[in-house]
């Protein structure tokens, strides 16, 4: 923790079994302060464990043992992701949804005024959703073009991600007015 400023890395892999603590507080506190992509590498692997661990925060979930070359790819696909998002600034600098306000190319978000700290997949899916209000979109659909991932397997990374970003937008319970569930379906994003 106390090399993380000094350092800038471009990621962040971290196990959930570390002496002392637990990789989950760690990536919670890099969380609070940082939003470089995080991906948790480690051999619990029980569904449960993966939600845990992403909805800490982490960007992506890896169960051991896992070989370097597969660590490699989910490694540069992060950053390949990060990369698109900081390109991507062909649209309008800022798009007003409500009270929601998305700078795409400044990679910002203002809720009621105020700034949005979102992770790099937080951030991901909801320019990705943005980008076409109404459309709705299967979670495979969400998991290739955020995570670049194919494997049906994972779209409990949708899921969870959705659930963090709707707690950073305020819409925990009731009904969501950004990130809207399209039931047998996926989600869509609806401007209010």
Do not use: N
Not at 162 to 173: C, M, P, S, T
């Amino acid at each position: 923790m106390e090399q993380l400023h000094p350092f800038h890395p471009d990621v962040v892999v971290l196990d959930l079994m570390l002496p002392g603590t637990s990789g989950l507080d760690v990536c919670r506190r890099i969380r609070d302060r940082d939003q470089v992509p995080i991906i948790m590498v480690t051999a619990k692997g029980d569904d449960i464990d993966v939600v845990v661990g992403l909805e800490a925060g982490a960007d992506d979930y890896v169960v051991k043992p896992v070989r370097a070359r597969v660590l490699d790819a989910r490694i540069r696909a992060v950053l390949r992701r990060q990369d698109a998002s900081v390109s991507d600034s062909v649209r309008p600098r800022a798009e007003s949804h409500g009270e929601l306000v998305i700078d795409r190319a400044g990679l910002t978000v203002t809720h009621r005024g105020e700034a949005v700290a979102l992770a790099p997949s937080e951030l991901r899916l909801l320019l990705t959703l943005s980008a076409s209000p109404g459309q709705v979109f299967s979670r495979q659909q969400l998991l290739e073009a955020v995570w670049e991932h194919s494997y049906y397997g994972d779209i409990r990374l949708v899921d969870a991600c959705v659930k963090r970003l709707r707690g950073k937008l305020g819409e925990l319970g009731g009904d969501p007015r950004y990130v809207q569930t399209v039931r047998g379906f996926g989600y869509r994003f609806g401007s209010p």
